[in-house]
C-alpha cells in the first residue's frame, strides 16, 4: 500500500460516536408522535418489500406482459419470437436495414449460435480481445442471466454477458434469453444471483433498464448517451 | 455578516430577480415531478417503502463499524485496495499517487459528488493528469469552467441554446438546438477519452457490506465504460454509503430513482465487487476504493442529526424545496445544494461560517416530506439555528428576544403595547416604503397589514361583560 | 363540549375578526367557549430564530396559561404546531417535559377540530364565491391536516371551491425568514400568487393568517382584487 490508512483513528471515532443512541424516526407526518420500530425479529426483507413496490402477477405469462409494457415504455425492443431460428430472421433483417458491417458476440449457449446465424464478419470476445476491435462493431449479442419482469430490467454479469464492456460498448445491444430467465422483482434476481454465484462471484453485475439516456439538457430525453443507442431483447421460450 | 452569508445574498438576489431562470427550472422540475408521481403511485405503499428505507439506513448507521468492518474485510480478500481517508486530503493525497505511481495521463471520470466534495479534479489536474468528465451535464459544466447546478442533475441551469453556444466555442461544433444532436457531439467527443484514459474514477452510490461490492447508479453508461476499459479504476465513497445485505437494493434502487430523478429505476445499475477475477476477459487489474469520512464521524456523534447519514444523494429534497427553485444551485456555495446541503454544509465546513443556510428557510417542510430514507431535514435546520445561536448569538438580537420575552411573560405589558401600537401605528403610513421605515425589509415588496381598531382581547372583555346571553 | 381558544398575538392585533369568527362558529355548533386569558405568543418567534432558551421562557408562559384547558383550538396551524410538536421538543430535559408531553394532544388547530373532534363536516355556512385553498405548511406537514378544510368548505353553501397548482408549496412567509431573506420570501410569495391568480378565484382562503399576511400584501402590492380570508371567516358566515 502506498502510504499507510487511516482505518484505525476513522474506527475509533466511529465506536465513540455511536455510544450514544440515535433516535428511531417514524416517517409519517412530523405531528405524529414516534413509536420505535421494532427489530427484535430483524429488519424488514425483500419478501416484505414486494409487499409495498410495484405489484407483479404471480404467472409467467403475467410476468411477460409486463415486462413488455416496461420494456415499451423504456424504448427496449422486445421480440417474443418462437425459437432461436426465429430470432435470427429477425436479427438479419435488423443487420440489413441498418447495415451493419460487424457484431461481436462472446461464447454463450444462446447468444453464440444466434451470431453464428448473421452473415457478417464477427468478434468473439476472448481474453486479450482488442478494445478498438470491439469498437468498430455495430452491435453485441450477448446473454443475460435473468429478465425482471417489475422493472423492465435484464441482470446481467461478467460471466453472461461477456465481460464489462461488451454490452456497453457497441452502439446496439441484442440479448437472448428464454423465458426460464424471467424472475418477478429486483429482490428476487438478487436472490438467484446469489445462488447462482455465491461462491464466487463475478466482479460485475449489472442491471440494465432500456438503452442507455440521459435528460441532462433542459430534462429531455434522448437515447444512447454514452452507453447503446437501441437495446433488442429476444424471448425465446 | 460573514463574507459567505454576504455572498449567498448576493447569489440569491440575482437568481430571484431572474423570472428566466425561475421559468427554465419551474419547466424542468415540472416534467420531474409528473413522472415521479406517475411511479410513486405505482408503489402498492410508497409510504411503508419509505419507513422501512428509513430503518435499513438507521441499522446501517447506527452499527457503521461493524458493517464498515465486513465490507472492508470482503474487497480486501477479492483483492480491492481499500483506502480509508480521514480528511479530504488524505484522500486526495492517495489518488494522486496512485495517478503518479501508474504513470497516468488520462483520467476519464464518471460523476461523483464525493469527488467533488474534495475537489478531486483540481488536484489531478495539478498533478499534471487530464481529467475528462464523463457524464454529460458535468462534461457541460466543466467546460463552462463551474460547479455542479444540482447535485443530481448538473447543467439543469442551462438552455439547449447556451449548451449549443458553448460546444460551438469549446469544439468547434455546428450550432443546433437539438438535444439529441448535442448529446451526440458529447458522445463522440467522449467515446476516444474511454479507450485512451489510463484511469477511471468513479463514486459509489451504495456499499453493500454483506458482499463486499459498490452499486453506482446511472443513466447514460458513461460510468460503466469508464470502470470496463481504464486498466485501473478509482471508486471514492463516503463511508456513510453503506447497506447491510445485498436484497436492501431491491429497495433502494427503485425508491433512489422515483424520489430523485422520477424513474421506475435508472437505466444501469452496476455492481462491482474487485478487480478483473480470474477467469474475467476484462475489467481493471487494479480497483482501488477510497472510503471518505471528512467530518462524517463528527455529524454520527451528533445523535440528534445523525440521521443526515442516511442520504442516498437522490435529489429529491432539492426538487421540491421552493428556496432552491428561486435561488438556483450556485447561489449555495456548497458542494451540495438545496435542503440536505443546508443541514449538512455547517458540519463540513463550520457552523458559524454556513448557518446562514439554515436560516434561509421557511422551514416549511417538504423537503422531510420527499425524503426517501426520512431524514428530519427541516428540524435539523432548526437544530442548526439553535446550535448556532447557543455557539454565537447575533449581537443585535440578543437584546431583541430579551425584550420578547419580558413582554410575552407579562400580559399587561403585551396588552398596553397593543394598545399604544394603536395610536402609533397610523404614523407608519407616513414612512411606509422608504428608508426610515422600520418595516422596510416587508414593505419594500409587500403591503403591511393595518392593526385593528379592537384586538380579540379587547373584543372578549365586552363580550364577557355584556354577559353570556348577550347578542354577538 | 368547553373549548379554549388560543388566539396568537398576531391575530389578536391584526386579524381579531378570525378569532370572532371561531367563536361564533364553535358556539353556533354548541360549544362552550373559553378564552384563557394573559395569553400571549406561543413562543415561536424566537424558537425559530434558534433562541431556545427565550422560547421556552414564553412558552413556559402558555404552559401555565393553558394548564387546565382539556381542549385548545388555535386559530393558527403554525402555532397549534409549535405547541403540540415543539414543545415536547423545547421542554425536552427540563422539568416541564411532561406538562409540554401533558398539553401536547390537547391541541387543535381549528379545521382538524371541527371535523376530528367535533365531527361536523357541514357547519351551517353559506358564502357566495369562488375560493381556492393554501395549505399553510405547518398544519399541512407538521399536523397533518389537508383534507379537513376541504371537508368544511365543500359543505358550505354557494360556495365554489378550486385547487390551485402547487396547493402545497409555501407562500415564502416562514416567520422571520420573511424579513431576513426578504427577496427569496417575496420570490416564493410571488410563485404562490400566480397560482392563485390562475384560478379566477376571488378569494383565498387558509387555516393560517401569517401565510395569508404574505399573500395579500404581495397581491396588494400588485394591485390585484383577490381578497385573503381565514378558514373561519368564511364558516362563520351564514
Known sequence: MPLADHRQEVFARIREALKVPAPHRHVGHTGEHPTAPNHDDGLPGSETFRAWLPLVGESLEEQITLFAQNSAALKTELHRVGSPAEAAEHLNQLAREVGWHRVATHPHPLALPLAEKVPLPRLVVGPGYAVTDMESCDAAITGCDFLVAQTGSLLISSASAGGRALSVLPPHHIVIASASQMVPDLGTALHQARLRYAREWPSFLSFITGPSRTGDIERILVLGAHGPKRLTVFLVP | ?472 | MKVSLFIPCFIDQFYPHVGISMVQVLERLGCEVDYPEGQTCCGQPAFNSGYWDEARAVAEHSLKTFKDCDVIVSASGSCGAMMRVFYPDLFKETVHHFDALKMAPKIHEFSEFLVNVLGVKDVGARFDGTVTFHDGCHGLRELGIKTEPRELLSHVKGLNLVEMNDTETCCGFGGTFSVKFPAISTAMGEVKCTNIVATKADYVVSNDSSCLMQIQGLLDRQGNKVKCLHLAEVLART
Open chain 2, 1 to 472: 455578516m460573514i463574507a459567505f452569508a454576504r455572498e449567498f445574498k448576493r447569489m440569491a438576489a440575482r437568481y430571484t430577480a431572474d423570472l428566466q431562470h425561475r421559468a427554465l427550472i419551474q419547466r424542468a422540475l415540472r416534467s420531474y415531478e409528473v413522472k415521479r408521481d406517475e411511479f410513486k403511485a405505482r408503489y402498492q405503499s410508497w409510504g411503508e417503502a419509505r419507513q422501512a428505507a428509513s430503518e435499513i439506513k438507521w441499522e446501517a448507521i447506527n452499527h457503521l463499524d461493524r458493517y464498515l468492518e465486513e465490507f472492508i474485510t470482503k474487497l480486501e480478500a477479492r483483492g480491492t485496495k481499500v483506502f480509508v481517508a480521514s480528511t479530504d486530503a488524505q484522500a486526495r493525497d492517495y489518488i494522486v499517487k496512485v495517478a503518479q505511481e501508474n504513470k497516468v495521463k488520462r483520467i476519464i471520470k464518471s460523476k461523483s459528488m464525493t469527488a467533488e466534495e474534495i475537489e478531486l479534479n483540481h488536484a489531478l489536474e495539478h498533478a499534471g493528469c487530464t481529467v475528462f468528465e464523463s457524464d454529460l451535464g458535468e462534461y457541460i459544466v466543466q467546460l463552462r469552467h463551474e460547479k455542479p447546478y444540482h447535485l443530481v442533475f448538473p447543467a439543469m441551469h442551462l438552455t439547449r441554446e447556451d449548451i449549443s453556444r458553448l460546444f460551438e466555442k469549446e469544439l468547434g461544433s455546428q450550432p443546433t438546438n437539438s438535444p439529441e444532436e448535442l448529446t451526440m457531439i458529447a458522445r463522440s467527443v467522449m467515446r476516444k477519452n474511454y479507450i485512451e484514459a489510463d484511469l477511471g474514477i468513479s463514486g459509489a452510490n451504495f456499499g453493500i457490506a454483506e458482499t463486499g461490492m459498490i452499486s453506482i447508479t446511472e443513466n447514460e453508461g458513461n460510468a460503466r465504460l469508464g470502470t470496463s476499459l481504464p486498466k485501473i479504476h478509482v471508486a471514492i465513497m463516503g463511508i456513510e454509503k453503506l447497506l447491510p445485505r445485498l436484497e436492501d437494493l431491491a429497495l433502494f434502487l427503485p425508491m433512489l430513482a422515483t424520489a430523485g430523478a422520477g424513474q421506475q429505476i435508472t437505466c444501469y445499475n452496476t455492481l462491482y465487487g474487485g478487480p478483473r477475477q480470474p477467469g474475467e476477459i476484462d475489467g481493471p487489474e487494479q480497483f482501488h476504493l477510497v472510503l471518505l469520512d471528512n467530518h462524517r464521524t463528527e455529524f454520527l456523534a451528533d445523535a440528534e442529526q445523525r440521521d443526515s447519514l442516511h442520504c442516498i444523494r437522490c435529489g429529491a429534497c432539492l426538487n421540491v424545496c421552493p428556496i432552491f427553485k428561486n435561488v438556483g444551485g450556485h447561489s449555495y456555495g456548497t458542494t451540495y445544494q438545496g435542503p440536505i446541503g443546508s443541514v449538512i454544509t455547517p458540519h463540513l465546513r463550520g457552523l458559524q461560517n454556513w448557518k446562514h443556510l439554515s436560516f434561509a428557510s421557511s422551514l416549511c417542510g417538504a423537503c422531510t416530506e420527499a425524503c426517501p430514507v426520512g431524514i428530519d431535514l427541516h428540524h435539523h435546520l432548526l437544530q442548526n439555528r439553535r446550535n448556532a445561536t447557543q455557539g454565537k448569538a447575533t449581537w443585535w438580537e440578543k437584546p431583541i428576544y430579551a425584550g420578547f420575552v419580558f413582554f410575552m411573560r407579562r400580559p399587561w405589558l403585551y396588552q398596553l403595547s397593543g394598545k399604544l401600537g394603536k395610536i402609533f401605528f397610523p404614523l407608519h403610513k407616513l414612512v411606509n416604503g422608504t428608508l426610515l421605515d422600520p418595516l422596510r425589509l416587508w414593505t419594500k415588496t409587500r403591503d403591511f397589514p393595518d392593526m385593528a381598531p379592537q384586538s380579540f382581547q379587547e373584543y372578549w372583555k365586552e363580550k364577557k361583560a355584556k354577559g353570556p346571553h348577550a347578542p354577538r
